[in-house]
């Protein structure tokens, strides 16, 4: 199951990684904010990508929750511009983009999957604390 759980995450990120990067030339001119959206676009597909990775390399609750914030934050910014036009909020430019293709449902997909599956392993992943070592040493 744990397996099972890091591939998930990891294939979801890396589908919101290639949305993200593949998309970023396009927010180059995207008005508002001190921030370009292709910077924008291309920190989320490296900050994805490597949440993708550390889970691979290393699943234990922290890197669980570091995978389930990218992902779950990724979902919540595309929805919200896709329903609500913001304008820009602070730094960030005016992301609204109601239109809808088969790349944002990708990345869409790919981030509830990764959101959810992080989600699980955080809950379901061993701590390696002395106490499940002493649970397991009883049980045997």
Known sequence: MGLLLR?????GL????????RFAPDMKFVEGGSIDGDVLFRAQAIVAALAGLLVLVLANRVTYAIAFVVAASAVGALLLYYYVDVGALGPLP???DHGWYGEKT?????????ALAALAGFFTVRTGTRRDA??????T
């Open 134 to 139: 002493a649970d397991h040493a009883s049980r």
């Open 94 to 96: 005016d992301m609204y």
């Open 106 to 114: 990708i990345s869409l997909v790919g981030e509830g999957i990764a």
């Open 14 to 21: 890396a589908a919101d990684a290639y949305a993200h990067w």
């Open 7 to 11: 591939l998930l995450v990891a294939a």
